[in-house]
């Protein structure tokens, strides 16, 4: 099982939500720079009440735990600059490993059957599952 401290929080995870939604809008060169503290609180603040304190708290976690860094302004030394560290498909893979590995003893065969027999599981679902089996299964 990974370490459940170097995962995001609920309340991390809206801020590194912000984050990839900023770096997925630029190719590679063009965020270098990152996004402010204060344009992520702005995006969070829209969807979700967040203080500044609050936020500076998070995104000190965020840095603690590896997924997330920062550069100073060049021009003003109050300003920071954020970016992530991990993909959010990276983060998304650790996350459900855990979910794995916490419910379902490890097993991915048993958190599978488990999903799929759900019975709120829509024919439309079913057909798409079957789809990316027979991708997976194509691909090797």
């Known amino acids: 099982m990974r370490n459940e401290d170097n ?3 609920e309340r991390e995870w809206l ?6 939604d900023y ?12 996004i402010t503290s204060s344009e992520i609180l ?9 203080t500044d304190r609050t ?3 998070l995104l000190h976690h965020l840095v603690k735990k590896g997924l997330v860094s920062y550069t100073v302004d060049a021009s003003d030394s109050r300003v920071y ?12 893979r650790d996350k459900e490993q855990d979910f794995i590995d916490i419910y379902y ?14 019975p709120e ?5 079913i057909q798409e599952l079957e789809k990316l089996l027979k991708k997976r299964k194509k691909n090797g």
């Open 105 to 118: 003893r490890g097993s991915r065969m048993g958190a599978v059957a488990s999903m799929i027999n759900d």
């Open 42 to 50: 702005k995006r969070v603040r829209l969807k979700n009440e967040m």
């Open 23 to 34: 770096e997925d809008r630029f190719d590679d060169t063009d965020h270098e720079e990152g």
């Open 7 to 9: 995962m995001p929080t």
């Open 55 to 57: 936020e500076r708290v």
């Open 121 to 125: 599981l829509s024919d439309q679902e």
């Open 81 to 92: 600059h954020y970016y992530s560290q991990k993909t959010r498909e990276e983060c998304l």
């Open 15 to 20: 801020l590194m939500e912000e984050i990839w």
